[in-house]
C-alpha cells in the first residue's frame, strides 16, 4: 500500500474539480511523451539524483519512471505525473517528509504540473499527513481483502476479531443460597477464631516475659507486658465463651 501524490494540468482560473475531472477521463499512457516532457524528464532525475542520491530510471514511449532504495517512485506520464512511496514506519520520519515536499517540489517547478494529495483529497499542501495515509492504506486493503464482515469491522477499529461476551458459568440451581442465617454462622466463626488469637498471643506474651526475667521480679516493663497478655488471654477467653453460647442458642 503506498501513500499517492497525484499531478494533473491546471489551466489558470480552472478548479481543481474540473482538472480531476479532465485528469479521470484522461487515459494517461493514450500518447507518447513528447520531447518537451523528455526534457523536464532529464531535468527531474537530474534535481532528484542531487536531492536524494541514484535512482534507477526507466524511460519508456509512455512513462517515465524513477525508483529509490526507500521506496520513493516517481512517474512523469505524456499529461500527467505521481509521487508515491509505501506507507510504513521510519526511524526518521521528518526528513523522509522533507524529501518528499522537496521532490513534490521538483515536479511541480519542472512539469508545471500541480500536486493533489490522494490522501487527503486536497491540494497538497506542503506536508504529509501520515494519519490520512494509513486510513486510506486500510481502507484500501479491506476493500481488496476477502474477510468476513466481523474480521473487517474489526481491521478498521485496530483490534482483533471480535469473540464475543467472556463466557459466565451458569449459576447452579441446586446449590443452596446464601441467607440471614449462614451470615451469622460466618460471624460467629470469625469472632472465634479471634478470640484464640487474643488467648495465644497474651500466652506467648506472658511466657516471653517471665522467661527474659528468670522467674524472678519482672521489671516495670516487664510488668506492663504480663498486665496486656493477661488482658488479651482473659479478653479472648471472654468472647470465645460469647460466641459459643450464641451457638448454642442457635442450634
Known amino acids: 500500500m503506498s501513500y499517492d501524490i497525484l499531478f ?102 519542472e512539469t508545471g504540473l500541480h500536486a493533489w494529495d490522494a490522501q487527503t483529497d486536497e491540494p497538497f499542501d506542503g506536508r504529509v499527513h501520515d494519519q490520512a495515509g494509513l486510513a486510506g492504506t486500510r481502507g484500501l486493503a479491506q476493500e481488496t481483502s476477502d474477510v468476513s464482515g466481523t474480521e473487517a469491522m474489526a481491521a478498521r477499529a485496530d483490534v482483533g476479531p471480535d469473540t464475543g461476551p467472556v463466557p459466565v458459568a451458569p449459576l447452579d440451581p441446586s446449590a443452596p443460597a446464601a441467607g440471614p442465617l449462614d451470615d451469622a454462622a460466618a460471624r460467629l466463626a470469625r469472632e472465634r477464631r479471634r478470640s484464640l488469637v487474643y488467648v495465644v498471643t497474651g500466652v506467648l506474651i506472658v511466657t516471653v516475659v517471665l522467661g527474659i526475667d528468670d522467674g524472678s521480679q519482672p521489671s516495670t516493663l516487664g510488668g506492663v507486658a504480663i498486665v496486656i497478655g493477661v488482658f488479651n488471654v482473659v479478653l479472648g477467653g471472654l468472647t470465645y465463651l460469647g460466641a459459643s453460647r450464641r451457638a448454642a442458642g442457635r442450634g
Not at 47 to 63: H, P
Request: proline fraction near 6%.
Open 8 to 109: 494533473v494540468p491546471r489551466r489558470p482560473g480552472q478548479t481543481w474539480e474540473s482538472a480531476l475531472d479532465e485528469a479521470e477521463g484522461r487515459d494517461v499512457l493514450e500518447d507518447a511523451v513528447r520531447p518537451e516532457r523528455l526534457a523536464q524528464w532529464d531535468r527531474v532525475v537530474a534535481a532528484l539524483r542531487a536531492r536524494v542520491g541514484d535512482v534507477v530510471v526507466t524511460v519508456d514511449d509512455d512513462t517515465c519512471e524513477a525508483t529509490h532504495p526507500n521506496g520513493l517512485v516517481l512517474a512523469l506520464y505524456p499529461d500527467e505525473a505521481s509521487v508515491s512511496f509505501p506507507y510504513r514506519h521510519r526511524e526518521d520520519a521528518a526528513a523522509f517528509h522533507d524529501v518528499i515536499v522537496d521532490v513534490v517540489g521538483i515536479l511541480e517547478r
